[in-house]
Structure formats: structure tokens, C-alpha cells
């Protein structure tokens, strides 16, 4: 599949991606289930980034133009330098994503905490439909349309929020009825953090999208100039790509600790 660029192949591709998205969640849950392989969820795991990466945070972009030569004071020169420097930015957080990826591993082993397996499901899927919606947003805004743009950021805001219900508002809840965290033991500790650091990713990235969407109402972003909502698309397709690691290594994989 290659990239599009008029609005109505552009969405549709969108949609075709999180299909896809979607049938993986489903698989990986299958793979848990039926045969616990870790290589085969891992695989499943990286088709998955590689998805949003390619088609929702369009990688591709990095290395698309040569802005330099339309001066260093053009909207375009700026957008590109502001582009490299905010992945430069999430390359050096996932450092830290990774070190807790790398702990739960190191130190749980192939034992896994006792979660709700169809919260767990419930979350994640919560949060692949607000990439959806993300993606849509700034498609519309890349051709002009203000109302699907702040319709779909607007949805996205709702569904991140319903994320952070589902996971600090009820997860956690039920980790403590669960006995997840028990005498302050590691597997608490590790699911915490874990999930903590990812849910304070994303309420920033809510607060990030509200004032973009607000920006957008004030009619501050235009067909050709809305770098701001290309970086909070990005950025929340980030916290996406994170989740799409820490779901299985928190929920599928190993035996319950």
C-alpha cells in the first residue's frame, strides 16, 4: 500500500490501516489464548508499530523534502526542522518506555500480573479507534476541512480520557482488589509504573490535542500551514506505539505471577 494524497483516498486509507489494526488486536488476543508463543505476539506487536509509524506518524516525512531550499525563514524550512526535532524527542522518551519494557522482562520474567484480560482489551481497543480518529482529524485539516478536523480531535480528546478511566480509574482499582501489588512486592511495582508513566503520556497528549483543537476553532491553522496539528497527531500516535508494547508484555504474555 503507498501513501495517497487527495482527501478521499487519503481517509479511506485510514481506514484500511486500522482494519488491519484491528484484525492484529484480535489475532495477538487469539495467540494468548490459544498457543502463549512470545515470538509470534512480538511479531504481531512490531507489524502493528510499524503501521501507525508508516501511515498514522508518516515516518516517511523525515526525509520527503528538501526545505532548505525555499529559505530558512520559510513555513515549510521551519516545519521540517520542527519535524526532525520533535522525533528526536520521541526517540530519546522511548529510552524510557524501553527501560520499562526492558525491567518487566528482567525482573518478572515470564510471569505476568493478574489483570482483567477483557479491560485489558477494552483499553487497548479504546485507544487504537482514538488513532483513527487522530488520523482523520489531520487529514481533514490537511485538506481544508475545519469541521471534520475538530470533530475528529474532539472524538480523540473523549476516547483518551475513556482511556484513562479505563485504566487509572478502574485498572487500578481492580489491581488492588486482585492483589496485584501485594506487601508493595515487584509485579506491583512494575505494573504501576509502567502503566503510569504510559497514562501521564497520555493526559499530556489530552491537553496537547484540547489546545490545538482550540487553536482550530480560532481558525489558526489552514490547509497549508498546521504543523501544530501534524505534532500532536504524532505525539499521540506515539502513545499509541508505546501501548502497543506494554499490552501484551503487562497482559498476554507469560503466566499469571
Known sequence: MTTTTDKSSALTQGVIIFVYLAVLTALEYGIAIALPSVPLLALVALIKAGLVMYYYMHIYNLGKEDAASEGHDSYAYKTSTNRFGLWLFLLSDSFVFGGLLVSRFNLLGMERPHLNQLLGLGVTSVLLISSFFMNRAE??????????????????????????????????????????????????????????????????????????WRLGKMGFFTREQHWGVEAAAVYWHFVDVVWIFFYPALYLIGKVA
Open 139 to 212: 487529514t481533514c485539516m490537511a485538506h481544508g476541512d475545519q469541521k471534520g478536523f475538530l470533530s475528529g480531535i474532539m472524538i480523540t480528546i473523549v476516547l483518551g480520557l475513556a482511556f484513562l478511566v479505563g485504566v487509572v480509574g478502574l485498572e487500578w482499582q481492580l489491581a488492588k482488589l486482585e492483589q496485584v501489588i501485594v506487601n508493595k512486592d515487584v509485579v506491583g511495582g512494575i505494573f504501576y509504573m509502567m502503566t503510569g508513566m504510559h497514562a501521564f503520556h497520555v493526559l499530556t497528549g489530552v491537553i496537547f490535542l484540547f489546545i490545538v
